[in-house]
């Protein structure tokens, strides 16, 4: 090998360095050479520095000297160390001791410890192998110092480079690759990529990789014998080589994998590739069997009838092996067919109702295919096909509504008795029908057992808390002769009717005696329990014989105002006025209000006959007013000493065998004996109360309402209530007995309604009174209770004999 060398000058010595391939090295040790140079061309003066003669110039020129060190390269993994490297001399060696320092990584800087200089000789040496995939070259700084420590020389760049030695063996990136191949594939068809490293030098061929495959092994075993797979044996491309590859025969292979560095001549290492053949859709599904016979129960839906089969050798779970079926021959759509994922079958399901009575058999075709395209690789096969017959089984069926809900549309004071709704229902398999209601909270609806007219059975009420937007909701129930039932419910629409009439508010109230003069009077409305249209607007009317002394004026659609026409006195009045409303037909109603006449104060109120007089623009004075008080004072007075002069004339003795005697003392005792009044009339009297209030409600005369007019300025008679009119037609009262006893609940809400409504008699809340003792009773007054003896015929001698506290009673009859 030829070898090229370079002299440069080292501290004043001479050295030379072979020029190798890979760079400059030491001279080897076991070659000797012989070479020529003329020293005068190269160097003139060594103690002064380098000087080089220009040609074609005869002049020197004086170069600057310095140290001129190339990198030095060390083997890595060397077994020589200590081992020298270098030296390094300075030119103030002649003048002095020199003394030579070494600096940087892998001296005195992380790593440490891999170099040192001998600081009399300048030989630079490594101290233990090194290894190049951790530090590949080291650059270092060479000081020349006196013996003072004064820098000499300036210091000089070392480069040490680590050379590499095929020391590592290449490695694949995974333990274990996976890639996939469609089968079918056609050869030179790329498969998957495969990689190492190598931790050597990637510049030298100690990384240069090469690949192979060294095994093949299929799954099943054996299934396939001739070489499917290659690889490119520099990038490691796995490639199929030959056809043949099927998935219904082989699924995977099992490839074992070589590398080797040094261009496939050097350090190995193996691996494996786990290659997996991917399924086309290669088969198309075929129906086995191809003819089935099912039967369905009718009257069911949305339930499984049967299934079909089919096969299909493409992967299980994939869209190549799944299944998709389609019906034909279903006019009605009566059917449907689904796919099960697990195995793969079609479900036949009944979509609706089956009626064994309009058609008792059905034949169904039946095709397949897979959710993806058939690849074009497959065989050309008919679509498969499969003949599905079902036979409908009969059964009992259900009775059936002809509309759920069963909807009408009625009056609210519809009568009772009228048919609402027939022909409700029927039953497909003809059989005899048994109706029933099994909801109707307000026991408004009957129903026909055997034909199910349902029919009002009492006038219904909007107002009911079970009326819902105007809609009354019950449930009718139909049976058959077999036990089978349905329900249905009934939506009854009430159309409101005008069914009372409207109510006079208030009926009691005052009126300011100049209420004619300023415009004001007593404001009136009126309620209605109808709903609209049939309630307001209202209409007040007055009566001809009332619109002498009284008028009503309309205030808007709900109020009026109640006026006198003439000046009254101040006394209770009765008007009766007449009040409409706007239905079809219009219902009224007579009302009596109790009107009370008086004096008011500014705020409109009644005021009293001494706040009248108090308030009167005329006046008193104080003086008349003590004068008046002083009359009022003696004339009472008066009437005290009346009075005890009455008792002392009644004072009489009593005396021994004749009765009652009248007493000769004046200091009787018998002054302190209090004579209360008489507690009033017989039946001729009837200035103390109404002798009407004695007559049996069940015989008492029926006077028609007389209107009552107080004379003007003399106070009117009370009526019997102020709150309602007196002696207006009562309402009907419920007089039978219902004869059923579940009909009690109403029965007594009937009475109690038509009792609250009734004017004439007393409020519920009032005291009563007990006028009425029975029929037949002919007792009169007590007062018309006589006596059949005389003071004179008692004897009160009795009294003595009943000890002390009655003394002094047997002395006032028996004064011994």
């Known amino acids: 090998m030829a070898h090229l060398f370079y002299l440069y000058r080292l501290l004043n010595n001479v050295a030379f360095w072979s020029w190798f391939r890979n760079g400059l090295q030491p001279p080897l040790l076991l070659h000797s050479y012989s070479l020529y140079f003329d020293l005068s061309v190269v160097c003139s003066q060594f103690s002064s520095g380098w000087t080089r003669e220009r040609q074609g110039e005869g002049v020197m020129v004086r170069v600057k000297r310095d140290w001129i060190i190339p990198p030095i390269r060390v083997l890595e993994n060397s077994k020589q160390v200590p081992e020298n490297l270098v030296q390094i001399k300075s030119d103030k060696i002649f003048t002095g001791e020199v003394i030579y320092k070494l600096e940087g990584p892998g001296v005195d800087q992380a790593p440490k410890n891999f170099f040192e200089i001998d600081d009399k000789t300048g030989v630079i040496r490594s101290k233990r192998p090194l290894d190049r995939e951790k530090y590949s070259s080291f650059t270092l700084k060479a000081f020349a110092l006196s013996t003072s420590g004064e820098r000499l020389e300036n210091p000089t760049t070392i480069e040490i480079v680590v050379l590499d030695q095929n020391d590592n063996r290449p490695v694949f990136t995974q333990k274990q690759f996976t890639g996939a191949v469609s089968e079918f594939s056609v050869p030179g068809t790329s498969v998957m990529s495969v990689s190492a490293t190598d931790a050597d030098d990637p510049m030298t061929d100690n990384a240069f990789l090469s690949y192979s495959i060294i095994g093949q092994e299929s799954i099943p075993a054996n299934a396939v014998t001739k070489t499917m797979f290659g690889i490119n044996n520099e990038t490691g491309t796995i490639y199929t080589r030959d056809v043949g590859l099927d998935r219904e025969v082989v699924k995977t292979f099992r490839l074992m994998l070589q590398v080797a560095d040094m261009g496939g001549m050097g350090l190995t290492s193996e691996g494996v590739a786990i290659i997996h053949v991917s399924d086309i859709n290669n088969h198309a599904p075929q129906f086995h069997p191809s003819s089935y016979s099912i039967t369905a129960v009718e009257n069911r839906m949305n339930y499984e009838i049967g299934r079909v089969n089919v096969t299909d050798f493409d992967d299980r779970g994939t869209g190549n092996w799944e299944a998709k079926y389609f ?162 419910s009934v939506a009854i629409t009430l159309k409101e009717t005008n069914d009372f009439p409207p109510k006079l508010l208030p009926r009691i109230g005052t009126v300011c005696r100049d209420a004619r003069r300023v415009a004001s009077g007593l404001v009136l409305t009126a309620e209605d329990d109808d709903l609209p249209p049939h309630a307001a607007p209202f209409v007040f009317e007055m009566p001809d014989d009332v619109s002498v002394n009284w008028t009503v004026i309309q205030v808007n659609d709900t109020h009026a105002m109640l006026q006198p026409l003439v000046d009254l006195g101040d006394g209770e009045y009765a008007v009766t006025l007449l009040v409409s409303d706007s239905g079809k037909p219009t219902l009224s109603s007579y009302a009596q209000i109790n009107v009370t006449v008086c004096l008011c104060d500014s705020f409109g109120d009644c005021k009293s006959e001494a706040g009248a007089v108090f308030g009167s623009s005329m006046g008193i004075s104080f003086i008349a007013l003590i004068v008046i008080m002083a009359s009022v004072g003696l004339l009472l007075l008066l009437l005290l000493l009346a009075v005890a002069a009455t008792s002392c004339g009644r004072r009489h003795h009593i005396k021994k065998g004749a009765g009652l005697l009248v007493g000769d003392s004046e200091d009787d005792i018998r002054d302190n004996v209090l004579n209360y009044d008489e507690q009033g009339g017989g039946e001729e009297d009837e200035n103390a109360f109404n002798i009407d209030l004695l007559w049996n409600p069940l015989d008492a005369p029926l006077t028609p309402p007389m209107p009552y007019y107080p004379v003007a300025g003399v106070r009117g008679k009370q009526p019997i209530r102020k709150d309602a009119p007196h002696n207006l037609p009562s309402p009907a009262y419920p007089r039978r007995p219902p004869a059923d006893p579940t009909d009690i609940e109403d029965y007594i809400s009937d009475g109690l309604q038509a009792a609250d409504k009734d004017p004439n008699v007393l409020p519920y809340d009032t005291a009563l009174i007990y006028d009425y003792e029975g029929e037949g009773s002919l007792a009169g007054s007590l007062s018309s209770i006589a006596s059949g003896s005389s003071d004179e015929d008692q004897d009160y001698d009795y009294l003595n004999e009943w000890g002390p506290r009655f003394q002094k009673l047997a002395n006032m009859y028996d004064p011994r």
């Open 327 to 488: 019906l034909s021959n279903d006019p009605y759509r009566n059917f449907a067919v689904t796919t099960d994922s697990v195995t793969n079958q079609g479900i036949l399901m009944a979509a609706k109702p089956l009626d064994y009575e309009a058609q008792n058999e059905h034949i169904l075709f039946l095709t397949v295919e897979n959710i993806n395209p058939l690849s074009d690789k497959a065989p050309n096969l008919p679509v498969s096909s499969a003949i599905v017959v079902v036979t409908v089984v009969n059964e009992n069926e259900a009775p059936r509504f002809r509309e759920d809900p069963i909807r009408i549309v009625v009056p609210e004071s519809v009568a009772p008795g009228t048919l609402l709704k027939s022909n409700i229902a029927f039953d497909p398999d003809k059989s005899d029908l048994r109706y029933e209601i099994s909801r109707d909270p307000e026991r408004w609806l009957d129903i026909n057992r055997h034909t199910g007219d349902i029919t009002a059975r009492r006038t219904f009420n909007m107002r009911s808390q079970h009326v819902k937007n105007n809609i009354y909701v019950a449930v009718v129930k139909v049976t058959d002769v077999g036990g089978v039932s349905t329900t249905a």
